[in-house]
Protein backbone atom coordinates (compact mmCIF):
# COMPACT_ATOMS: atom_id res chain seq x y z
CA UNK A 1 0.00 0.00 0.00
CA UNK A 2 1.14 3.89 -0.18
CA UNK A 3 1.48 5.65 3.13
CA UNK A 4 3.01 8.85 4.46
CA UNK A 5 3.63 9.72 8.01
CA UNK A 6 3.97 12.85 9.36
CA UNK A 7 3.88 14.94 13.06
CA UNK A 8 0.13 16.41 12.85
CA UNK A 9 1.78 19.45 14.73
CA UNK A 10 4.70 20.53 16.07
CA UNK A 11 5.41 24.33 17.81
CA UNK A 12 8.77 26.18 17.76
CA UNK A 13 9.82 29.55 18.63
CA UNK A 14 10.79 32.33 16.24
CA UNK A 15 15.07 32.59 15.97
CA UNK A 16 15.08 28.64 16.12
CA UNK A 17 15.61 25.65 14.05
CA UNK A 18 12.86 22.81 13.38
CA UNK A 19 12.88 19.56 11.28
CA UNK A 20 10.03 18.26 10.37
CA UNK A 21 10.22 14.24 9.20
CA UNK A 22 8.55 12.40 6.81
CA UNK A 23 8.41 8.60 6.56
CA UNK A 24 6.56 7.07 3.37
CA UNK A 25 5.65 3.62 1.70
CA UNK A 26 4.99 3.42 -1.62
CA UNK A 27 4.60 0.92 -4.99
CA UNK A 28 7.23 3.07 -6.85
CA UNK A 29 9.30 5.93 -6.29
CA UNK A 30 10.25 9.32 -8.14
CA UNK A 31 10.78 12.17 -6.11
CA UNK A 32 9.39 13.51 -3.18
CA UNK A 33 8.36 17.24 -2.88
CA UNK A 34 7.84 19.73 0.24
CA UNK A 35 5.01 22.34 0.07
CA UNK A 36 4.06 25.07 2.19
CA UNK A 37 0.68 26.14 3.23
CA UNK A 38 -0.61 28.94 4.65
CA UNK A 39 -4.08 28.84 6.16
CA UNK A 40 -6.51 29.46 3.47
CA UNK A 41 -4.30 29.27 0.39
CA UNK A 42 -2.68 26.88 -2.01
CA UNK A 43 0.27 24.21 -1.37
CA UNK A 44 3.32 26.11 -2.91
CA UNK A 45 6.69 24.40 -4.07
CA UNK A 46 9.83 24.31 -0.78
CA UNK A 47 11.91 21.74 -2.08
CA UNK A 48 12.31 18.34 -4.31
CA UNK A 49 14.38 15.56 -3.64
CA UNK A 50 15.20 11.95 -5.76
CA UNK A 51 18.45 10.95 -4.96
CA UNK A 52 19.41 10.55 -1.53
CA UNK A 53 21.22 13.84 0.40
CA UNK A 54 20.11 17.18 1.38
CA UNK A 55 18.97 20.18 -0.50
CA UNK A 56 19.69 23.39 0.69
CA UNK A 57 17.91 26.32 -0.38
CA UNK A 58 17.88 29.48 1.68
CA UNK A 59 16.80 28.85 5.32
CA UNK A 60 15.25 25.70 4.32
CA UNK A 61 17.07 22.04 3.62
CA UNK A 62 14.98 18.89 2.78
CA UNK A 63 16.69 15.37 3.43
CA UNK A 64 15.86 12.21 1.44
CA UNK A 65 17.08 8.55 2.57
CA UNK A 66 15.20 6.57 -0.15
CA UNK A 67 16.05 3.21 1.38
CA UNK A 68 14.81 4.00 5.13
CA UNK A 69 11.64 5.49 2.94
CA UNK A 70 12.59 8.69 5.36
CA UNK A 71 12.47 12.56 4.75
CA UNK A 72 13.36 15.66 6.88
CA UNK A 73 12.45 19.34 6.14
CA UNK A 74 14.73 21.76 7.93
CA UNK A 75 14.26 25.34 8.29
CA UNK A 76 16.79 27.63 10.27
CA UNK A 77 16.26 31.04 11.73
CA UNK A 78 12.36 30.74 11.96
CA UNK A 79 10.20 33.49 11.20
CA UNK A 80 6.71 34.09 12.27
CA UNK A 81 5.43 34.15 8.92
CA UNK A 82 6.45 30.43 9.01
CA UNK A 83 3.22 29.08 10.64
CA UNK A 84 1.81 27.21 8.34
CA UNK A 85 0.79 23.76 7.52
CA UNK A 86 4.16 21.90 5.94
CA UNK A 87 3.08 18.71 2.94
CA UNK A 88 5.09 15.82 2.63
CA UNK A 89 4.49 14.48 -1.49
CA UNK A 90 5.78 11.71 -2.79
CA UNK A 91 5.39 11.10 -6.84
CA UNK A 92 5.11 7.30 -8.02
CA UNK A 93 6.71 5.44 -10.66
CA UNK A 94 5.51 6.78 -14.31
CA UNK A 95 5.17 10.25 -12.93
CA UNK A 96 1.59 10.44 -12.72
CA UNK A 97 0.47 10.80 -9.62
CA UNK A 98 1.82 12.13 -6.53
CA UNK A 99 0.58 11.30 -2.64
CA UNK A 100 0.30 13.79 -0.35
CA UNK A 101 0.65 13.25 3.76
CA UNK A 102 -1.73 14.93 5.82
CA UNK A 103 0.43 17.69 6.75
CA UNK A 104 2.34 19.02 9.66
CA UNK A 105 1.09 22.57 11.56
CA UNK A 106 4.00 24.40 12.96
CA UNK A 107 2.91 27.11 15.27
CA UNK A 108 6.15 29.64 15.47
CA UNK A 109 5.76 31.52 18.83
CA UNK A 110 7.32 34.87 20.19
CA UNK B 1 0.95 35.49 -16.73
CA UNK B 2 -2.40 34.25 -14.18
CA UNK B 3 -0.41 30.87 -13.56
CA UNK B 4 -3.51 27.82 -12.26
CA UNK B 5 -7.20 29.47 -11.54
CA UNK B 6 -10.22 28.50 -10.26
CA UNK B 7 -13.62 29.40 -10.70
CA UNK B 8 -15.31 29.74 -8.76
CA UNK B 9 -14.29 30.73 -5.01
CA UNK B 10 -16.82 29.63 -3.02
CA UNK B 11 -20.12 27.75 -3.33
CA UNK B 12 -23.24 26.65 -1.47
CA UNK B 13 -25.29 23.91 -2.72
CA UNK B 14 -27.97 21.78 -1.71
CA UNK B 15 -28.18 18.42 -1.62
CA UNK B 16 -28.19 17.01 -5.43
CA UNK B 17 -27.78 20.08 -7.38
CA UNK B 18 -25.43 19.75 -10.25
CA UNK B 19 -22.03 22.23 -10.53
CA UNK B 20 -18.91 21.96 -13.16
CA UNK B 21 -15.86 23.98 -11.50
CA UNK B 22 -13.52 25.04 -14.22
CA UNK B 23 -9.69 25.30 -13.83
CA UNK B 24 -7.44 27.41 -16.13
CA UNK B 25 -3.70 27.12 -16.49
CA UNK B 26 -1.72 29.72 -18.91
CA UNK B 27 1.46 27.47 -18.47
CA UNK B 28 1.21 25.26 -21.57
CA UNK B 29 1.37 22.56 -18.84
CA UNK B 30 0.52 18.97 -20.13
CA UNK B 31 -0.86 16.98 -16.81
CA UNK B 32 -3.46 18.24 -14.53
CA UNK B 33 -5.26 17.22 -11.57
CA UNK B 34 -8.27 17.59 -8.94
CA UNK B 35 -7.81 17.20 -5.41
CA UNK B 36 -9.86 17.94 -2.36
CA UNK B 37 -8.81 18.99 0.98
CA UNK B 38 -10.41 18.17 3.95
CA UNK B 39 -9.33 18.42 7.98
CA UNK B 40 -6.59 15.77 8.50
CA UNK B 41 -6.95 14.34 5.57
CA UNK B 42 -4.20 15.99 3.52
CA UNK B 43 -4.56 16.28 -0.06
CA UNK B 44 -6.45 13.34 -2.14
CA UNK B 45 -6.42 13.37 -6.05
CA UNK B 46 -9.64 12.73 -7.87
CA UNK B 47 -9.10 12.52 -11.23
CA UNK B 48 -6.13 13.64 -13.62
CA UNK B 49 -5.40 14.43 -17.14
CA UNK B 50 -1.95 13.74 -18.83
CA UNK B 51 -3.16 15.36 -21.83
CA UNK B 52 -6.20 16.78 -23.96
CA UNK B 53 -9.04 14.49 -24.34
CA UNK B 54 -7.57 12.07 -21.85
CA UNK B 55 -8.51 11.53 -18.28
CA UNK B 56 -8.27 8.89 -15.40
CA UNK B 57 -9.08 8.43 -11.79
CA UNK B 58 -7.50 9.05 -8.94
CA UNK B 59 -8.00 8.06 -5.45
CA UNK B 60 -11.49 9.34 -4.89
CA UNK B 61 -13.30 9.58 -8.39
CA UNK B 62 -16.70 8.20 -6.94
CA UNK B 63 -19.18 11.00 -7.31
CA UNK B 64 -16.92 13.61 -9.59
CA UNK B 65 -16.50 13.33 -13.76
CA UNK B 66 -13.87 15.39 -15.37
CA UNK B 67 -13.59 16.62 -19.09
CA UNK B 68 -10.34 18.21 -20.31
CA UNK B 69 -11.44 19.23 -23.84
CA UNK B 70 -8.62 21.89 -24.32
CA UNK B 71 -4.78 21.64 -23.32
CA UNK B 72 -5.51 24.57 -20.56
CA UNK B 73 -8.58 23.93 -19.09
CA UNK B 74 -9.96 20.69 -17.05
CA UNK B 75 -13.64 20.72 -15.58
CA UNK B 76 -14.70 19.16 -12.65
CA UNK B 77 -18.35 18.26 -12.74
CA UNK B 78 -20.66 16.95 -9.50
CA UNK B 79 -23.81 15.93 -10.89
CA UNK B 80 -25.54 15.41 -7.46
CA UNK B 81 -24.13 16.73 -4.82
CA UNK B 82 -23.68 15.17 -1.27
CA UNK B 83 -22.69 16.96 2.27
CA UNK B 84 -19.87 14.17 1.88
CA UNK B 85 -18.79 16.71 -0.97
CA UNK B 86 -18.25 19.33 1.03
CA UNK B 87 -14.70 20.20 0.91
CA UNK B 88 -11.82 22.44 -0.40
CA UNK B 89 -11.64 21.37 -4.30
CA UNK B 90 -7.74 21.92 -5.69
CA UNK B 91 -6.52 22.04 -9.01
CA UNK B 92 -3.10 21.46 -10.15
CA UNK B 93 -0.82 21.20 -13.17
CA UNK B 94 2.51 20.61 -14.39
CA UNK B 95 5.16 20.15 -17.17
CA UNK B 96 5.57 16.20 -18.29
CA UNK B 97 7.78 14.03 -15.62
CA UNK B 98 10.85 15.43 -14.45
CA UNK B 99 11.43 17.56 -11.54
CA UNK B 100 9.07 20.12 -12.12
CA UNK B 101 6.85 21.01 -9.19
CA UNK B 102 2.77 20.77 -9.20
CA UNK B 103 1.27 24.50 -9.49
CA UNK B 104 -1.70 24.59 -7.39
CA UNK B 105 -5.12 27.08 -8.25
CA UNK B 106 -6.14 29.20 -5.60
CA UNK B 107 -8.60 26.62 -4.30
CA UNK B 108 -13.01 26.42 -4.32
CA UNK B 109 -14.59 26.15 -0.87
CA UNK B 110 -18.08 24.01 -1.32
CA UNK B 111 -20.41 23.51 1.01
CA UNK B 112 -23.38 21.11 0.53
CA UNK B 113 -26.42 21.50 2.86
Known amino acids: GQNIDQPTEMTATEGAIVQINCTYQ??????LFWYQQHAGEAPTFLSY????GLEEKGRFSSFLSRSKGYSYLLLKELQMKDSASYLC???????????FGAGTRLFVKA | NAGVTQTPKFRVLKTGQSMTLLCAQD?????MYWYRQDPGMGLRLIHY???????AKGEVPDGYNVSRLKKQNFLLGLESAAPSQTSVYFC????????????FGPGTRLLVL
Open chain 2, 92 to 103: ASTHRVGGETQY
Open chain 1, 26 to 31: TSGFNG
Open chain 1, 49 to 52: NVLD
Open chain 1, 89 to 99: AVRNTGGFKTI
Open chain 2, 27 to 31: MNHEY
Open chain 2, 49 to 55: SVGEGTT
